[in-house]
């Protein structure tokens, strides 16, 4: 029995591996389907939205977030919406997208924008706020005007909590654009939406390249909170650790 | 259980315009004399959704807790707790719906064994910050009182860790509600079924939105009231909501 089961369990799985590599003929499908070159085409498209969706959110959720912390205003605004950010139907967005402002790559990215907010938002607030008092008095004691505050103190202090809320709301974003195909917007979900077209294999190997390219932007986006970060943080948070 | 609530005021609707059916073909906005008479299909779905997320969530905090209780005198599992679960926590839940088929095949099982895995990372790393802030006093109070370390957890240390608790249970259940919809593409049911169903429909689609968005602020609603009844000697307010801005901002690489 466990042969069987073993056997079946790799054979799904090599046959999406071979999906990824490999243009396959499908059952349901004259054509043949899948490669690398199908891979990469809707893997690039699936990147691009990704991005765009993802600089959308950052330059309208972190500007509003970094001010409402900085005059420590709206913790209610920032909570409920960190909140309800989380409640939004992934599926929904997309749908409602398609279905009101119809197809197309920028109701696509404007719907993807929506689940970026909220994390970025809570987080630039969060971040902001939790900055030590001493050290923004320490900043105006030295003459600093409040833009001043915010970029020589505020905004360095406040990167790991920033990053954090940045490196989530990709998350949601990489993974909702793979339901963007609902929208017509070809990504990496494609593959999956469209089972009749690529087959179980395909499906599986939608799922598997989708997961990968996600955990790929996360550890990106962790490198990048790691140069952003100063140094001065890291070294405060070794030696608190150790 | 939305629309046990109206039925008897729909029965009191008598004057109906009756012309809506150009409204569905022409894909109105919100066809509003759809939705009255066609209410009854979407009560299967939504009570659907709301077993799908309890049995989750549920299930979901019996494993964290199991994982808290272990690592709580053997503190190096938590490191490695933290980073399993946010593992699990980084792969988008559409991948791990499909990812799940090869092993439990298309329905409600998969859907239940994803939702699950994503309660673990919020939920478990909640209980944790929760148990650390126990102040050491009551500890030590316990302690002197003659508890033993089981006693201390259960008497002492979890009461006084309800507000994180709650905290990490109120997002993982709001967030089991969205990620549910997306349960159709491992052949689950509910509200998110009804979605796919209804992608050229505007009106289907605003009542199965409406509903998931609805669903989502009862239980949070629930919750919190959940906790005052559970931990009523708290003045709840500032300790409960820097928990749950502490639980929204954090991610598994900080813990």
């Known amino acids: 029995m466990p042969d ?94 398609a279905a009101f402002l119809g197809f197309g790559l920028e109701n696509v990215v404007a719907a993807l924008m929506i689940l970026g907010i909220p994390p970025i938002l809570t987080n630039a607030y969060v971040g902001v706020a939790q900055v030590d008092r001493t050290a923004v008095e320490a900043a105006r004691g030295v003459g600093m005007r409040d833009l001043e505050v915010i970029g020589k103190v505020e905004l360095p202090l406040a990167v790991p909590t920033i990053m954090s809320g940045v490196r989530t709301g990709a998350i949601n974003i990489v993974a909702t654009a793979a339901i963007a195909p609902l929208a017509g917007t ?5 593959f999956i939406i469209s089972r009749n077209v690529y087959g179980d294999a395909g499906v599986l190997a939608g799922a598997i390249l989708i997961a990968l390219l996600a955990i790929a932007i996360e550890l990106g986006l962790a490198g990048l909170q790691y140069l952003l970060t100063p140094r001065g943080l890291k070294l405060s948070r070794s030696l608190s650790a150790a | 259980m939305n629309s046990s609530a109206i ?34 299909r ?87 910050t929760g148990l650390n802030n126990v102040p050491p006093e009551a500890r030590d109070a316990g302690r002197g009182m003659g508890m033993t370390d089981n006693q201390l957890l259960r008497r002492v240390e ?66 919190s009231l959940f906790q005052r009844f559970l931990a009523p000697w708290q003045a709840p307010a500032p300790r409960e909501r820097r928990a749950r801005l502490a639980a929204l901002t954090r991610r598994p690489a900080d813990a």
Request: one cysteine or more; charged letters at 15%; aromatic letters at 8%.
């Open chain 2, 7 to 40: 039925a008897p005021l729909l029965a009191q609707v008598e004057l109906r315009d009756r012309s809506d059916t150009n409204c569905v073909q022409d894909n109105g906005t919100f066809c509003l004399d759809w939705a009255v008479d066609n209410y009854e």
């Open chain 2, 42 to 128: 979407y009560v299967d779905p939504t009570l659907e959704h709301i077993v799908l997320v309890i049995v989750s969530v549920v299930l979901g905090f019996l494993i964290a807790m199991g994982l808290a209780v272990l690592s709580h005198r053997r503190r190096w599992l938590i490191p490695t707790f933290t980073g399993l679960t946010g593992v699990i926590y980084t792969i988008p839940s559409i991948s791990l719906f499909l990812l799940l088929l090869p092993f439990t095949g298309r329905g409600n099982d998969t859907a239940v064994i994803a939702l699950t895995l994503y309660t673990l990372q919020i939920i478990y790393r909640n209980i944790v």
């Open chain 1, 4 to 97: 069987v089961f073993l056997t079946g369990f790799l054979g799904t799985f090599g046959d999406a591996i071979d999906f990824i590599f490999t243009p396959q003929t499908t059952r349901f499908q004259t054509e043949k389907v899948g490669g690398i070159d199908q891979v990469l085409e809707l893997g690039g498209e699936h990147v691009k939205v990704t991005f765009l969706a993802l600089g959308a959110a950052i330059l309208i959720a972190l500007p509003a977030g970094v001010l409402l912390g900085h005059y420590r205003r709206g913790e209610m605004v920032a909570l409920t919406l960190g909140n309800a950010g989380r409640g939004i139907p992934e599926l929904a967005v997309i749908a409602l997208a």
């Open chain 1, 186 to 190: 070809l990504t990496l979900g494609d």
């Open chain 2, 158 to 223: 979890f009461p006084l860790a309800t507000p994180e608790i709650v905290a990490g249970l109120r997002i993982a259940t709001v967030s089991t509600v969205a990620i549910a919809t997306l349960a159709v593409f491992a052949g689950g049911s509910g509200l998110g079924a009804e979605m796919y169903r209804s992608l050229d429909f505007k009106t289907g689609l605003l009542i199965t939105t409406g509903l998931t968005v609805i669903m989502a602020i009862a239980f949070d609603l629930c919750l």
